[in-house]
């Protein structure tokens, strides 16, 4: 983090007086967001902790403790608030942990299971609680700056290390990507738990000189774990004149419907990034005639966040850009993507997570490149079914045409060993049934037979984190899926035969 740290010094020298951070009625120039990360660095090195955990809601204390640990050399972790207890109480027993920064203590205590047996102010609205640390606790090489739980596909957290230079030089990539400037006022609209909006989000303008705005999530429109309200944010975005901000495909969908349905768009954007999770290339070209400047990229934390990125004069909807200029990524035989340079520190278990610098890390996504050198990602290796006619399908393919049909909101395709593919479909509630054939029938246009939809059933309503059916960053547990809606998968797939539609709901 040293270029990120000197970087601010060298803004608090240069331009003292500007705008470094802002959250709600608080503001703090450079220069004296240099001194606070100066102090608060002391205070923790005084606290003497092997790894600290951050629980809070977005804001200006939040950026200024993990700034501070950075300072001072120890690892964070941020601990998301959509965690569940069992979740929040296995990243507590591996990470080391034993003072956890929060605005919530008891209600941290509460869900996390955990006994306080410390409690002191630290900062503003944080206070800072010491817990006693796991018994299974990874012993970390002094390298490591944050380890970033990832819920993944399955309940239980994966801790991604991640080495200091590692985030340091994603944060310099992007700048240059995004063209990342003193001008720039950045709204950050998801959690500052997602690693993601840590690095770009805060990181990024940071090393420009820029702004970085702060709002809580409420201020964005993010309600528990998985409300959002797209009127909010879009006025929160106009009112702070953001210019850059980052989105999750559900977002962006959000704000495409809200617009065609009159609501104008933030004057101020220059640059939004979607990330996070599948999206159709007619969605973010829908976004873009709407006065949305979208780019597309693609990422994952063991990479310590983006590997890809649409940039300014180079943004072509379908694709998520070129990769970053320090990394070099390739297509390995069976099509899956591999990065190289990427310094992955390896997972938090109970031996040493260090890992080789040189080994290129398995995305297990799948993917190509055109003859520009932009990647194009195709679906996930695991993901991947054989129809009982011998086809692959990789059913992030079929998703994304159909989530390009105006109205529908959600989409998950099953086809293992089955003669045709199916799909449960989460559409506006305005849509008839009538309506939502069309568009399974406009998405079908654009596929080879193989891979169309032939069944469908209507959800009553979306598939959600709360009831363990998606990842709290949108993807699909499918498994999951599967499960909860095996009596009616195997009602489409054996009482139906393959032109017929099944109209009723869950």
């Given at each position: 983090?040293?270029?990120?740290?000197?970087?601010?010094?060298?803004?608090?020298?240069?331009?003292?007086?500007?705008?470094?951070?802002?959250?709600?009625?608080?503001?703090?120039?450079?220069?004296?967001?240099?001194?606070?990360?100066?102090?608060?660095?002391?205070?923790?090195?005084?606290?003497?902790?092997?790894?600290?955990?951050?629980?809070?809601?977005?804001?200006?204390?939040?950026?200024?403790?993990?700034?501070?640990?950075?300072?001072?050399?120890?690892?964070v972790v941020p601990l998301p608030g959509f965690f569940s207890r069992a979740q929040l109480q296995y990243a507590l027993q591996h990470s080391g942990?034993?003072?956890?920064?929060?605005?919530?203590?008891?209600?941290?205590?509460?869900?996390?299971?955990?006994?306080?047996?410390?409690?002191?102010?630290?900062?503003?609205?944080?206070?800072?609680?010491?817990?006693?640390?796991?018994?299974?606790?990874?012993?970390?090489?002094?390298?490591?700056?944050?380890?970033?739980?990832?819920?993944?596909?399955?309940?239980?957290?994966?801790?991604?290390?991640?080495?200091?230079?590692?985030?340091?030089?994603?944060?310099?990539?992007?700048?240059?990507?995004?063209?990342?400037?003193?001008?720039?006022?950045?709204?950050?609209?998801?959690?500052?738990?997602?690693?993601?909006?840590?690095?770009?989000?805060?990181?990024?303008?940071?090393?420009?000189?820029?702004?970085?705005?702060?709002?809580?999530?409420?201020?964005?429109?993010?309600?528990?774990?998985?409300?959002?309200?797209?009127?909010?944010?879009?006025?929160?975005?106009?009112?702070?004149?953001?210019?850059?901000?980052?989105?999750?495909?559900?977002?962006?969908?959000?704000?495409?419907?809200?617009?065609?349905?009159?609501?104008?768009?933030?004057?101020?954007?220059?640059?939004?990034?979607?990330?996070?999770?599948?999206?159709?290339?007619?969605t973010v070209m829908a976004a873009l005639e709407l006065g949305l400047p979208v780019h597309e990229g693609y990422g994952l934390s063991e990479c310590?966040?983006?590997?890809?990125?649409?940039?300014?004069?180079?943004?072509?909807?379908?694709?998520?850009?070129?990769?970053?200029?320090?990394?070099?990524?390739?297509?390995?035989?069976?099509?899956?993507?591999?990065?190289?340079?990427?310094?992955?520190?390896?997972?938090?278990?109970?031996?040493?997570?260090?890992?080789?610098?040189?080994?290129?890390?398995?995305?297990?996504?799948?993917?190509?490149?055109?003859?520009?050198?932009?990647?194009?990602?195709?679906?996930?290796?695991?993901?991947?079914?054989?129809?009982?006619?011998?086809?692959?399908?990789?059913?992030?393919?079929?998703?994304?045409?159909?989530?390009?049909?105006?109205?529908?909101?959600?989409?998950?395709?099953?086809?293992?060993?089955?003669?045709?593919?199916?799909?449960?479909?989460?559409?506006?509630?305005?849509?008839?049934?009538?309506?939502?054939?069309?568009?399974?029938?406009?998405?079908?246009?654009?596929?080879?037979?193989?891979?169309?939809?032939?069944?469908?059933?209507?959800?009553?309503?979306?598939?959600?984190?709360?009831?363990?059916?998606?990842?709290?960053?949108?993807?699909?547990?499918?498994?999951?899926?599967?499960?909860?809606y095996r009596q009616n998968l195997e009602t489409i797939f054996e009482g139906k035969e393959a032109h017929d539609v099944l109209q009723s709901a869950?």
């Open positions: 983090m040293n270029k990120i740290l000197q970087a601010i010094s060298h803004h608090a020298l240069n331009r003292p007086r500007a705008v470094a951070i802002r959250s709600g009625n608080r503001t703090i120039n450079y220069a004296t967001l240099r001194m606070m990360i100066d102090s608060l660095a002391s205070r923790l090195t005084a606290m003497a902790p092997r790894a600290i955990g951050l629980f809070a809601d977005n804001g200006l204390d939040w950026v200024l403790a993990d700034l501070g640990a950075q300072q001072a050399g120890i690892p942990i034993d003072w956890v920064l929060t605005d919530h203590a008891d209600m941290f205590s509460a869900h996390a299971g955990v006994a306080i047996l410390e409690n002191r102010a630290f900062l503003n609205e944080l206070d800072a609680i010491r817990i006693e640390a796991g018994s299974a606790a990874a012993r970390l090489p002094a390298d490591i700056c944050k380890i970033s739980y990832t819920s993944g596909t399955t309940g239980t957290p994966r801790g991604v290390c991640l080495r200091a230079d590692a985030v340091e030089q994603v944060a310099l990539s992007l700048q240059q990507a995004t063209g990342a400037n003193e001008e720039d006022r950045h709204v950050c609209a998801l959690p500052l738990a997602t690693l993601l909006e840590n690095i770009a989000g805060v990181y990024v303008p940071l090393l420009a000189g820029a702004e970085c705005i702060v709002p809580t999530l409420a201020e964005v429109g993010l309600t528990g774990s998985s409300g959002f309200d797209v009127r909010r944010q879009l006025a929160t975005l106009q009112a702070l004149r953001a210019t850059t901000v980052i989105l999750v495909p559900q977002m962006l969908a959000a704000q495409v419907v809200a617009l065609r349905a009159g609501l104008p768009a933030p004057s101020t954007l220059r640059f939004v990034a979607v990330g996070g999770g599948c999206i159709s290339a007619r310590a966040s983006v590997v890809a990125l649409n940039r300014p004069g180079d943004n072509l909807p379908g694709c998520v850009g070129k990769p970053l200029p320090h990394l070099r990524v390739e297509i390995a035989k069976d099509g899956e993507i591999l990065v190289h340079n990427a310094n992955f520190a390896g997972y938090l278990d109970e031996s040493n997570p260090a890992t080789n610098k040189d080994q290129p890390v398995a995305t297990g996504d799948l993917g190509h490149f055109d003859q520009a050198g932009r990647l194009y990602i195709t679906g996930r290796k695991k993901n991947v079914f054989i129809t009982s006619f011998g086809r692959n399908v990789s059913p992030e393919w079929v998703e994304s045409e159909l989530l390009a049909q105006r109205g529908l909101l959600q989409a998950i395709v099953f086809g293992e060993a089955r003669p045709f593919n199916a799909a449960l479909i989460f559409a506006h509630p305005e849509m008839d049934t009538a309506q939502i054939e069309a568009a399974v029938a406009s998405a079908n246009a654009h596929l080879p037979d193989y891979a169309r939809v032939r069944h469908w059933l209507r959800l009553r309503e979306p598939l959600s984190a709360q009831h363990g059916l998606m990842t709290h960053n949108g993807r699909p547990r499918r498994a999951a899926i599967a499960e909860a869950a």
